[in-house]
Each structure stands twice: as C-alpha cells, then as structure tokens.
C-alpha cells in the first residue's frame, strides 16, 4: 500500500491538475496537504490571502464530496513535510512546479530529503522550454508568441469525476483551522466554482466584445480571471483550449480575431513567467541595464496620494480606489496609474509593484514586475521610456462618459461631463452647484502634467549610464 502527499501550493483545483493525477496515480492513500508557510503569509496582502482562505475552503468542501479533505498546516514547510511524513509513512510528494525564486530554493532543500516529485502545470510551456534556436531565452514578445504558436499545445486531461480520489491514510495529522478571511468587498468569488461560472460567463458573451471593448474602463467584456489563474482555481491549459474552441467555432472573422486576441493575452502570461524564470534579477532591478540609475523621487506624500487614489486627476484616482477597496483593477486603469506614478510623479516603479502586490487579488512576482516595468520602460519589451501617458486624454478615450470615474470617486458623481476628466478646470459657480469644491470635496491635481515630461525625460537620460551589450543572442 503506497502513500502519497499531494501538496497544494498554486493548483487549488481538482480539474485538469497534472499535479493531483500523478499523486492519484501513484497513491492508494492520498494526503492533500496545504501548508501555511509563515514566510508566504507574512505579506501584507489581506485581500490576496482572504481570496486564498476562501479558495482552501471551498476546495477542502470538494475533496469531502470525494471522501477526502484538506490537511491544513502551519509551519516551515522542510519542517512540516517531514512531520507528515512521519505521521503518514509517506513514501512520495506530488506538487506542482512553481518558478519564483522563493519557490524554486523551497523546493531544491525538499528535493534533497524526500521523494518529491514535481509535475509542470502553472503555465502552458514550462518557462524554460521556448528559446531561440542559439538557446538564447526570447525577450521581445512578438517573437516568444510566435515560438509559442508553432508548438501544439498541450490538451487539458483528467477531468474531475473521471477519477477516484485515494481514502485519507489512517494515520493523519491534525488539521489545523483555515484563517478567517478579513477582507470584505472582494471583486470576486474564491473557488474553483466560482471560477468556473466566470468563465463560462466569459465565454458566453463577453469575448465576442474583447477586441472592440476591453480596453473600456467601464465595460466587462474582459474575462477577470487572473485570481482564478493566480492560484491554479482554473487551469491554464484549459483557457487554451477554450480560446482555440472559440477560435475554431468563430462564425466571423471578427469574433475569430476577439478569441484570438485573449489567446496572445493568456500567452503574454507565459512570457513573463519565461523572463523570471531566465532573468530572477527583475524582481530586484530594471531588466534593462542601462536603465537600473535612474535617480527617482523621494516623495512619499505623493506616493500617498497615489496609492489613496487622491491625486487630483480622476481616471488615476477611479483605480487607484478600486484597487483599494477590492483588491481588482482594469488592465487599462493599470497601466495609467503605473504610469503616473512613474512618470508623472517620477517615483520608483518598484514602490509601485510593491504597493500592487500588497492589494492585487490577482498579485504574482513574474506577471506584476513585467506589467510594471513594462510601464516605466524600463523591461524587456516595454513601451519607449519617453511615450509618457496624459491621463487627461487616457481618461477621454477609454470612460468617455465618466462612468467608471463616478463609480470610484463618488465626489465626483455630479461634475458635468464637460469636466469629468479635469475637474479643476470648474468654474467655481458650477463646483458649488455639482457639490465639488476642488481644494475641499476634491483634491486639486499634485502635480501638472503638461510640466513633467522635461523632468520625467531628464531623470531617464541621466540616468542612461551605459548601453547594454547583449551577451545572448
Ligand atoms: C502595472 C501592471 C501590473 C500588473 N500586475 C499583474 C499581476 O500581478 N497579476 C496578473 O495576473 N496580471 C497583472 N497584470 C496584467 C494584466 O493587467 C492582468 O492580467 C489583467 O488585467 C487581468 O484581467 P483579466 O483576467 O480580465 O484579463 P483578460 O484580458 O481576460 O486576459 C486573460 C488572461 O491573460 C493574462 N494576461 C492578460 N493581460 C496580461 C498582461 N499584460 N501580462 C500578462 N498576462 C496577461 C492574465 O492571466 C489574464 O487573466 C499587470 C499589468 C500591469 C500594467
């Protein structure tokens, strides 16, 4: 009789998990075991961590419809791998590869004392797998996507109920309790459930809108996944599968190319998984080196600002809060306060990146770094360090009519549309009538943009200290 561990890390899924089916494979009795590891939770991510308690929950609730249940326990995880082990009699651990740096040195120390089996299911490629022909790693997207489609994709497998989940050994440790959730007023439900129902949502109307509208502020034509993804809810390989459904079943060319554009998103998530995996020195530094001295600002009352959303320029301030109060923002709304707070306000992208991990439900170190140096130009295939964004004009094109705005600034609920976008612009008759005073109901802008590009393009060239030689090619 063999026991297996099967330890959940970012696979909190029974659907299509490589992870899950090599341990039911191998095991006539299986442990699911989750472990809090301190080090993880010490992260001020409340919103991140009441969206994971919630999916543990709802993943222990389907592992007792199997017969099963979750193992929950706190500790080093070397430490706590070794009490199971002990407990159980043991004699194998199934997980799934993870790539970041921590989990990469976590793994290598229980490799060296247990039987540890990892099984590649996070991404769609395994991050070292696509390179150039030289064996170089790709660093432009373009060409990484290409690479990508020219391999046939793996097909999702072993869906749940096709399967028989092992019995609990007899001799199991104590689980210890799931840590409540704090946090209220989550963007989405936790779950591989929930996940599911998104999806399906998603499918069903929303991505034959993706091209036309999902830079739209105010719209829902994008899938809200990445939670979902974030913490393996949902399987990557089975979001591929359904673009290429979409794709292949598309009645028109136009509903073919929206399915088609979700498909080179769900790869860009490949792509940067495969630029940590190659480079760990971005989650420390720019990527480009003759970008890494930069003198930035030191200005946290700005910083503040920012992150409390009360910068004065509305579209920045709409994300920012909705950011805040729900751990979700818009991929557009992303990218303009990232912007803003690198360009405009010349501070470090990486408080930036630091302040996003902390409220992202959807935070992760390969796809927040990219997104962010990306933003300040400073990445691998980021925008030209000088295209510096006018949120006044970003506000115009994509909430043309103020309503995402109004929805997160409610100060701002009855500024007339002619000055939704700069409300500092006002005449004061119309302030007192729209109750928004800018000085005491809305803060004035902190800084004017029309000022800041020679400020913003001289830090950069200054900082421009040498040119990069690239050594792969
Ligand atoms: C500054 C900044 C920080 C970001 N931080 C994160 C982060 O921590 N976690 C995260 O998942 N995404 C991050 N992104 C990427 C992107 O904003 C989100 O993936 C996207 O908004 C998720 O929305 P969705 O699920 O509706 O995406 P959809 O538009 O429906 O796309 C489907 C999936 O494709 C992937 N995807 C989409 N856009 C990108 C992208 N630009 N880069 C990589 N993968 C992408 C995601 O997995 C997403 O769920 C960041 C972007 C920026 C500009």
């Not at 007899?170 to 989405?188: D, F, G, H, K």
Request: with cysteine; proline share 7%.
């Amino acid at each position: 009789m063999t026991t297996g561990i099967w330890w959940i890390r970012r696979d909190l899924r029974l659907d299509d998990n490589p992870a899950l089916q090599e341990a039911v494979t191998h095991s006539d009795h299986l442990v699911p075991l989750y472990i809090l590891d301190p080090t993880l939770l010490s992260h001020p991510a409340e919103k991140r961590k009441s969206f994971l308690f919630d999916g543990l929950r709802a993943l222990d609730a389907s592992l007792r419809r199997h017969g099963s249940q979750l193992v929950v326990m706190q500790g080093e995880p070397q430490q706590v791998i070794a009490d199971v082990v002990h407990t159980t009699g043991a004699q194998a651990i199934y997980a799934e590869a993870d790539y970041s740096p921590y989990a990469r040195k976590r793994d290598q120390a229980i490799a060296a004392n247990f039987p540890f089996w990892l099984v590649h299911g996070l991404t769609v490629f395994p991050p070292g797998f696509i390179q150039k022909s030289t064996g170089c790693p790709y660093t432009v997207y373009t060409y990484f996507n290409r690479a990508w489609k020219s391999l046939p994709t793996p097909s999702p497998c072993c869906a749940e109920g096709k399967f028989r989940i092992p019995p609990l050994p007899e001799n199991l440790p104590v689980s210890q309790p799931i840590p409540p959730s704090t946090a209220r007023n989550l963007a989405l439900q936790a779950g591989e459930k929930a996940g599911f129902e998104r999806l399906q949502h998603f499918l069903a109307g929303p991505i034959t809108r993706y091209g036309q509208e999902r830079d739209l502020l105010a719209s829902d034509a994008t899938s809200m996944l990445a939670p979902y993804l974030r913490f393996g809810m949902l399987s990557i390989r089975g979001l591929v599968a359904e673009a290429r459904f979409a794709m292949e079943n598309a009645t028109d060319e136009q509903t073919h190319k929206n399915a088609s554009l979700w498909l080179d998103q769900l790869i860009w998530r490949d792509f940067y998984f495969s630029i940590l995996h190659h480079f760990p020195q971005v989650l420390k530094t720019s990527f480009r080196k003759d970008l890494q001295n930069i003198q930035w600002r030191n200005a946290p009352q700005d910083l503040e600002a920012w992150k409390q959303g009360k910068t004065g320029y509305p579209v920045v301030d709409a994300g920012m809060r909705q950011l805040r109060q729900t751990g979700w923002m818009h991929n557009r709304a992303r990218m303009i306060t990232a912007s803003f707070l690198v360009k405009d306000l010349l501070i470090n992208w990486q408080d930036g990146e630091a302040w996003f991990m902390e409220q992202l439900l959807d935070g992760d170190p390969a796809l927040n770094n990219g997104g962010w140096q990306w933003s300040a130009g400073v990445g691998t295939d980021a925008a030209p360090y000088f295209r510096i964004f006018n949120p006044t004009l970003q506000g115009r094109k994509f909430d043309p009519e103020g309503e995402y705005i109004r929805r997160w600034v409610p100060e701002l609920t009855r500024v007339p549309d002619k000055y939704i976008h700069q409300p500092w612009l006002m005449p004061s008759e119309i302030q007192q009538q729209s109750g928004c005073v800018i000085g005491i109901h809305y803060p004035r802008p902190i800084v004017d943009h029309q000022q800041i590009k020679e400020r913003t393009l001289q830090a950069y060239h200054t900082g421009q200290k040498y040119q990069v030689l690239e050594s792969c090619d």
